[in-house]
């Protein structure tokens, strides 16, 4: 019986009920005495293990595993566009190497693009060992097939045991199709990696079930163990480009299959909100009470050179794009300062915002959880108290010499 991908032989079946109870999707049940499976399975092979006279099985080749040990080195992938790196790339190189070095193996840069000299470069500075370099016309610009097929074809010839990229959208969509091709695990949207010292596995935490809770996953059986993290929940670290390091240009030889698709044309969004690299941001939620109530924000956001961000509140109200969403799914950000005007500070905000260095909080209600994380907090309707804060900020940044006395008003 194979609804789901589970192999149940009903034969051997005693009705025992022990891989329904250990069963964490729902994905098994009792029909006649008999367990069977539905789509729910997700192979994690838990009911596997449990069952006391062998009845449950999985496709050879999803149960079969690698042999860990024959996997060393920790690899990261480069994304660059036009030459110029995705700073989510040094992100990961900042993770990479700590992981490298509590581990004792060297760090790989993956760069893969047309004319990636500097690139290259930049990669030893922050932190890289070794850089292998595609270097090719037909990886100029970001294609799944092609760019996925250079990074299997390295990763079954050199056996790295990690493998990070950034939560960008083309990393998203590159980890899905490498790990889906090299049949292993990968944990997207990390929060925190850690090696476990006893097995030298990777830790991968995430939010998960809506993130209420914070799951830690680990990949035992299969390598590389892969993981994409969001932009900006890392720091850059800084680079130094004294470092040694050896470039390894990579042969491309790629099949026809995955060239299929071409760019025809680049077309820049309307959209031009950069949440991710704004070093202020004045975010609003459902206290605005409606988009007009957007508009003190944005003059305030204006006059400090930062950027409007928003509650998932307000753009499910339609106030304002999802571009701006900050939190789980939305951006993640980490300004200098976030000031959150009518936000309640829901965990789903928090997990995009609450690593910003200073946070101000501006909300009715004195109980309100933002006020748990908040730097300064105002307790006031931030339709009055946005004015009145951009206003005294304007004369402030006009007459700075009269606003830095103690005891003046500005
Ligand atoms: C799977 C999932 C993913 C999610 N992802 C995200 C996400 O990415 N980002 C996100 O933001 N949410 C996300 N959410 C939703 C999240 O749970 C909250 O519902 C949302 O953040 C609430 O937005 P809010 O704080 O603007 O609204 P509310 O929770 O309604 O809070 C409004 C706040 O405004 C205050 N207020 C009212 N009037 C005023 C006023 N005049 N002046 C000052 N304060 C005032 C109130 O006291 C209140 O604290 C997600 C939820 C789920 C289940």
């Given at each position: 019986m194979a609804d789901g991908l589970l192999i149940i032989d009903g034969e051997a079946c005693i009705g025992c009920e022990a891989c329904v109870a250990v069963c964490s999707y729902a994905a098994l049940e009792m029909m006649d005495g008999i367990a069977v499976v539905n789509a729910n399975c997700t192979a994690c092979a838990a009911c596997i293990d449990v069952c006391p006279v062998g009845a449950l099985s999985l496709p050879e080749r999803r149960r079969r595993g690698v042999s860990v040990d024959d996997y060393r080195g920790v690899w990261v992938w480069v994304e660059q566009f036009g030459g110029s790196a995705h700073p989510i790339?040094?992100?990961?190189?900042?993770?990479?190497?700590?992981?490298?070095?509590?581990?004792?193996?060297?760090?790989?840069?993956?760069?893969?693009?047309?004319?990636?000299?500097?690139?290259?470069?930049?990669?030893?500075?922050?932190?890289?060992?070794?850089?292998?370099?595609a270097d090719d016309p037909a990886l100029a610009t970001y294609?799944?097939?092609?760019?996925?097929?250079?990074?299997?074809?390295?990763?079954?010839r050199e056996r790295p045991e990690i493998f990070l990229l950034g939560a960008s959208s083309r990393g998203r969509d590159l980890a899905g199709s490498v790990a889906t091709e090299l049949y292993t695990g990968l944990t997207a949207d990390c929060t925190?990696?850690?090696?476990?010292?006893?097995?030298?596995?990777?830790?991968?935490?995430?939010?998960?079930?809506?993130?209420?809770?914070?799951?830690?996953i680990v990949t035992p059986h299969h390598r590389p163990q892969m993981a994409t993290v969001r932009h900006r929940v890392f720091e850059v670290p800084p680079p130094d480009y004294q470092r040694p390091g050896d470039i390894v240009p990579v042969p491309v030889d790629l099949d026809a299959a995955t060239l299929?698709?071409?760019?025809?044309?680049?077309?820049?969004?309307?959209?031009?909100?950069?949440?991710?690299?704004a070093r202020i941001i004045v975010s609003g939620g459902a206290g605005l009470s409606g988009s007009d109530g957007f508009e003190p924000l944005r003059e305030l956001a204006e006059l400090l050179g930062g950027a409007v961000g928003a509650s998932r509140a307000a753009v499910d109200a339609g106030w304002i794009p999802y571009a701006h969403q900050v939190g789980q799914t939305g951006r993640t950000v980490r300004p200098d300062l976030y000031i959150a005007c009518g936000i309640s500070g829901a965990i789903q905000h928090r997990a995009g915002m609450s690593t910003a260095r200073v946070i101000v909080a501006i909300n009715t209600d004195p109980h309100a959880p933002i006020f748990d994380i908040a730097t300064y907090g105002i307790v006031g309707d931030c339709l009055q108290v946005v004015p009145l804060l951009t206003e005294r900020l304007r004369v402030a940044l006009q007459h700075p010499q009269v606003a830095a006395q103690p005891g003046k008003s500005v």
């Open positions: 790339s040094w992100e990961m190189m900042g993770q990479g190497r700590r992981l490298a070095d509590e581990l004792r193996v060297s760090l790989t840069a993956c760069v893969l693009g047309e004319g990636m000299a500097s690139v290259a470069q930049d990669a030893i500075a922050y932190g890289a060992d070794r850089v292998l370099v294609r799944t097939e092609p760019y996925a097929q250079v990074l299997i074809d390295l990763v079954r925190a990696l850690e090696i476990d010292p006893a097995t030298r596995g990777l830790l991968q935490t995430r939010p998960a079930y809506g993130g209420n809770i914070m799951a830690t299929v698709t071409q760019i025809l044309e680049f077309i820049r969004g309307d959209e031009q909100v950069n949440l991710a690299d």
